[in-house]
Structure formats: structure tokens, C-alpha cells
């Protein structure tokens, strides 16, 4: 038997992932993201997807992140009318990502036609509130650990892949042939989300290199942030993060609700700054044993910090001049009310700017990583003088090594191992040490490579 494999995205990039698999004419996507960060790569979401979209049977998630799963609603608005597959936390956070999405893209339409700074006339969305709507009803949730039939003679297996809620790596079985999508796997031993868990064999395998060249700073993250919190307070300052809604904030509260409950940085008030990022809060109170924390210590460490919820309430946080912790969406501010508070913030040096995660190029996260002295934010520029610190200890990527641990549970080597999802020198980096180290067959695919899998 023969399929066909062809990236349609996540090759040479860290975002859009997207793998089509054929066979005779039927389809299975797995993952369906947007293209993120520099304007060469975002353009890419408003061309035509190479394939058909209506030609497409099946489309299987491994978790929620936009860049994996915001592409979504313009593949149904563009004829896709088949079942999406994913866990049941995947989708749920989906409800709240892909809604968020098409709204925050009709805000930026907005503001970009109210102040005249598109290049575009008029500017227009690229899908909307209504199309998120409309894709959500093509859900299919599955559990974990089980095979689930997808086509005949073809099953889908999702297994725990850490990273975030729901998030799982996806083994394709189709008529005797497997094939296994790592998606994001997420950190070993942390302290809330499960290990990523092994896969015993694969004949192809897709493994992501978001940080294949880079080993994780191996500080405790208590110890690191209670550094930055309490120079930052000493200061007068405000922290500001910008935070994925989905894991990171609710990784953030813990840390913080563990570092006040034992004294260890002032009581100084917490605010998380999202809508999406409370309702994924609470979400993890549904979903106890998919996760680390126990029932009250979910209560706990969600209950540092208040919610703010209405806008009016947001933009009173930037006229309180007391120190204060602000988290708001998005993680690499690439758009949402993080704007807004870098707008303030940014230009004093009595605050902090705390990025706690993967920035990808062309984002303000990286440009703030890499030392801007000024971000675009609406059509201006705002000076940077706050102190800009990045804690990739808060990552909920798998380094390097924890990569190779993860690809050592396998009981033999695939016939031909993919390295995706990485910038360029990051997925070369890990090809290197998975040839150097395990001794496999493995290349870097281009994008919109097609190979054929026997």
C-alpha cells in the first residue's frame, strides 16, 4: 500500500501546520493552523490552500493552538464539510480559541478602517465570529488512548502529549501502515500538565523541533519569577505578560498562587486580562486527571487573581499607577488587549515586560526578545524602555534533549523520520542529533513537499 504525505504547512516554519495524507483519492489533514509572525508567512493564510478544501475527508487535531487549529474555519467556509477529530479538552478550548480568533480579526478589520493604517482598502478579516461558529459544529470529540475509526480500514489514536489540556500526539493506522504525528509535545515532570506520553512504534514519524536546537534554562521557574516580581515591585513597577490564554496563564497562576502562599514575593495584585484565558481556566476544573493539580489546588492557585472580564474594566488597569501583575492574551502579542497594556507600559522603566514562552520571528514578542528599542502597536510606534525579561523556563515545548527522551521510547526506528515545526536552524539542529544520536533516517521536508509513504 502507498500514501502520500505532502506538508502544506509547519516545513521551514513554526506555525500553519498542516500534513495531508492520500490514498486513492481520499484525504485526511492532520492539524489545520495559521500561519503566524513574519508578513511573508501570514500571507499564506489568505492564498488558496493548494487542495481542494471540499475534496477533503476527515481533518484530525492534536491540540488547540492557533497554529494548529486556526486555519479551521476557513477550510469549512471554504467547502470542507467533513468531521474534525480531537480530544474532548481540545475541543472545548477550541470553542474558546477559534470564537476569540474570528472576533479579534473582525476588531483589527475595524480598527484598521477607523484609523486608515491598512494597506488594504477596505480591510477585511480574514474569516469571522460566524465562521469560527460554523466550524465548531463539525466536532467530533474522541478520548484518549483508544483507536477510533475514522474511514474504513483507517484509525485514529490519541495519546497525552503534555504541552496543553488536551493535547495529544495522533497515530494514524491506515490499512496496516502507521503513522505518527507528534504535534506539540510538552515538558517532562512539570508541574501541572502530564508527561508526553510514549509511542511504542511508528513506520513514519512527524516530530515537531519548535526548540530542537536549545536546551531549557534549568532554574527553578519559582526562582526566576520571584527574581523578576520582586525587582520589578522594588521598583514601583507593574509586570506585564503577555501569556498564551491556553496553558501558559493557567501555568503562570500556579507559579504565582505557589510563590505568595509561602511568602516569597509581595501580595501584590494579580489580574488575568482575558476572557479566553479565564474560561481555559476553568476548564481545568472539568478535566481533573488530564492534568497535574487536584480539585483544590485548581481552586487555589485560579483564585489569586482577579478576573477581568469587560473592557471598561481592562482599560482601568492602565490608569492604576500601584504595582500589579497584569497576564493577558496573546503569548508572542501578536494582537488582543496585551496591546493595549504594552501601549502604557512599555515606555517606563520602572516596569517589566515578562515574555514566558516561545516568541516566533516577525512577532513584537520577538522583536521584544531581541532587544527592540520600539514596537508597532495600531499604526504607531511606542518606545520599549521597561525591562524586557524571557523566561523560556515557562515553555511548554519540550527542548532538545526532552525531544530525544521522547523519541527513545520508541521500540525501533521508523522507516523515515520528518522533523517539522521549527525554524529552520531549530528542525536542522534536531535532524543532526536524532542521525548523530539514534541513528535514524530522518530529513527536514520543504513546504509543500509531497513524498510517498510505503
Same mark, same amino acid.
Given at each position: 500500500?502507498?500514501?502520500?504525505?505532502?506538508?502544506?504547512?509547519?516545513?521551514?516554519?513554526?506555525?500553519?501546520?498542516? =500534513?495531508?495524507?492520500?490514498?486513492?483519492?481520499?484525504?485526511?489533514?492532520?492539524?489545520?493552523?495559521?500561519?503566524?509572525?513574519?508578513?511573508?508567512?501570514?500571507?499564506?493564510?489568505?492564498?488558496?490552500?493548494?487542495?481542494?478544501?471540499?475534496?477533503?475527508?476527515?481533518?484530525?487535531?492534536?491540540?488547540?493552538?492557533?497554529?494548529?487549529?486556526?486555519?479551521?474555519?476557513?477550510?469549512?467556509?471554504?467547502?470542507?464539510?467533513?468531521?474534525?477529530?480531537?480530544?474532548?479538552?481540545?475541543?472545548?478550548?477550541?470553542?474558546?480559541?477559534?470564537?476569540?480568533?474570528?472576533?479579534?480579526?473582525?476588531?483589527?478589520?475595524?480598527?484598521?478602517?477607523? =484609523?486608515?493604517?491598512?494597506?488594504?482598502?477596505?480591510?477585511?478579516?480574514?474569516?469571522?465570529?460566524?465562521?469560527?461558529?460554523?466550524?465548531?459544529?463539525?466536532?467530533?470529540?474522541?478520548?484518549?488512548?483508544?483507536?477510533?475509526?475514522?474511514?474504513?480500514?483507517?484509525?485514529?489514536?490519541?495519546?497525552?502529549?503534555?504541552?496543553?489540556?488536551?493535547?495529544?500526539?495522533?497515530?494514524?493506522?491506515?490499512?496496516?501502515?502507521?503513522?505518527?504525528?507528534?504535534?506539540?509535545?510538552?515538558?517532562?515532570?512539570?508541574?501541572?500538565?502530564?508527561?508526553?506520553?510514549?509511542?511504542?512504534?511508528?513506520?513514519?514519524?512527524?516530530?515537531?523541533?519548535? =526548540?530542537?536546537?536549545?536546551?531549557?534554562?534549568?532554574?527553578?521557574?519559582?526562582?526566576?519569577?520571584?527574581?523578576?516580581?520582586?525587582?520589578?515591585?522594588?521598583?514601583?513597577?507593574?509586570?506585564?505578560?503577555?501569556?498564551?490564554?491556553?496553558?501558559?496563564?493557567?501555568?503562570?497562576?500556579?507559579?504565582?498562587?505557589?510563590?505568595?502562599?509561602?511568602?516569597?514575593?509581595?501580595?501584590?495584585?494579580?489580574?488575568?486580562?482575558?476572557?479566553?484565558?479565564?474560561?481555559?481556566?476553568?476548564?481545568?476544573?472539568?478535566?481533573?486527571?488530564?492534568?497535574?493539580?487536584?480539585?483544590?489546588?485548581?481552586?487555589?492557585?485560579?483564585?489569586?487573581?482577579? =478576573?477581568?472580564?469587560?473592557?471598561?474594566?481592562?482599560?482601568?488597569?492602565?490608569?492604576?499607577?500601584?504595582?500589579?501583575?497584569?497576564?493577558?492574551?496573546?503569548?508572542?502579542?501578536?494582537?488582543?488587549?496585551?496591546?493595549?497594556?504594552?501601549?502604557?507600559?512599555?515606555?517606563?522603566?520602572?516596569?517589566?515586560?515578562?515574555?514566558?514562552?516561545?516568541?516566533?520571528?516577525?512577532?513584537?514578542?520577538?522583536?521584544?526578545?531581541?532587544?527592540?528599542?520600539?514596537?508597532?502597536?495600531?499604526?504607531?510606534?511606542?518606545?520599549?524602555?521597561?525591562?524586557?525579561?524571557?523566561?523560556?523556563?515557562?515553555?511548554?515545548?519540550?527542548?532538545?534533549?526532552?525531544?530525544?527522551?521522547?523519541?527513545?521510547?520508541?521500540?525501533?526506528?521508523?522507516?523515515?523520520?520528518?522533523?517539522?515545526?521549527?525554524?529552520?536552524?531549530?528542525?536542522?539542529?534536531?535532524?543532526?542529533?536524532?542521525?548523530?544520536?539514534?541513528?535514524?533516517?530522518?530529513?527536514?521536508?520543504?513546504?509543500?513537499?509531497?513524498?510517498?509513504?510505503?
Amino acid at each position: 500500500m502507498t500514501l502520500s504525505l505532502t506538508f502544506l504547512g509547519g516545513a521551514g516554519t513554526v506555525t500553519g501546520s498542516k =500534513y495531508l495524507l492520500e490514498r486513492e483519492g481520499t484525504r485526511i489533514l492532520v492539524d489545520c493552523g495559521l500561519f503566524q509572525g513574519y508578513k511573508l508567512l501570514r500571507e499564506r493564510n489568505r492564498a488558496p490552500l493548494p487542495v481542494d478544501p471540499g475534496s477533503i475527508d476527515q481533518v484530525l487535531l492534536t491540540h488547540a493552538h492557533l497554529d494548529h487549529s486556526g486555519y479551521l474555519p476557513l477550510l469549512v467556509r471554504n467547502g470542507f464539510s467533513g468531521p474534525v477529530v480531537s480530544t474532548h479538552a481540545t475541543f472545548k478550548l477550541c470553542e474558546l480559541l477559534l470564537a476569540d480568533s474570528g472576533h479579534l480579526m473582525e476588531e483589527d478589520a475595524r480598527r484598521a478602517n477607523r =484609523y486608515g493604517y491598512s494597506k488594504h482598502e477596505p480591510a477585511e478579516p480574514l474569516y469571522t465570529q460566524e465562521d469560527a461558529r460554523r466550524s465548531l459544529e463539525r466536532f467530533r470529540p474522541a478520548g484518549f488512548g483508544k483507536p477510533v475509526e475514522i474511514l474504513p480500514g483507517c484509525t485514529a489514536t490519541f495519546r497525552v502529549a503534555g504541552h496543553i489540556l488536551g493535547a495529544a500526539t495522533i497515530e494514524v493506522d491506515w490499512d496496516g501502515l502507521r503513522i505518527v504525528f507528534s504535534g506539540d509535545l510538552g515538558r517532562y515532570a512539570d508541574d501541572t500538565l502530564l508527561d508526553p506520553e510514549p509511542v511504542p512504534r511508528a513506520d513514519y514519524l512527524l516530530v515537531e523541533s519548535t =526548540y530542537g536546537n536549545r536546551l531549557h534554562d534549568r532554574r527553578s521557574p519559582d526562582e526566576a519569577l520571584e527574581e523578576v516580581v520582586t525587582r520589578t515591585v522594588r521598583r514601583g513597577g507593574t509586570v506585564v505578560i503577555p501569556a498564551f490564554a491556553v496553558g501558559r496563564a493557567q501555568s503562570l497562576l500556579h507559579h504565582l498562587w505557589t510563590l505568595q502562599s509561602t511568602n516569597r514575593i509581595p501580595r501584590i495584585p494579580v489580574f488575568l486580562d482575558s476572557p479566553m484565558a479565564i474560561n481555559a481556566t476553568e476548564l481545568l476544573h472539568s478535566h481533573i486527571g488530564e492534568h497535574r493539580l487536584t480539585m483544590e489546588e485548581c481552586r487555589e492557585s485560579c483564585g489569586i487573581a482577579t =478576573y477581568v472580564r469587560k473592557t471598561e474594566d481592562s482599560k482601568k488597569l492602565n490608569s492604576n499607577p500601584m504595582p500589579k501583575i497584569i497576564i493577558s492574551a496573546s503569548g508572542m502579542a501578536t494582537g488582543g488587549r496585551i496591546l493595549h497594556h504594552l501601549r502604557t507600559y512599555a515606555p517606563d522603566r520602572r516596569n517589566t515586560i515578562l515574555l514566558a514562552g516561545f516568541q516566533a520571528g516577525g512577532t513584537r514578542g520577538a522583536a521584544l526578545r531581541d532587544g527592540a528599542t520600539e514596537i508597532k502597536i495600531f499604526g504607531d510606534y511606542v518606545p520599549v524602555r521597561a525591562e524586557v525579561v524571557s523566561l523560556d523556563m515557562f515553555s511548554a515545548h519540550a527542548d532538545r534533549e526532552e525531544l530525544l527522551r521522547w523519541l527513545g521510547g520508541f521500540e525501533r526506528a521508523p522507516k523515515e523520520t520528518f522533523v517539522v515545526h521549527g525554524e529552520p536552524s531549530a528542525s536542522d539542529a534536531l535532524r543532526q542529533s536524532i542521525d548523530e544520536r539514534l541513528g535514524w533516517s530522518v530529513r527536514v521536508p520543504e513546504h509543500q513537499q509531497t513524498v510517498l509513504l510505503t
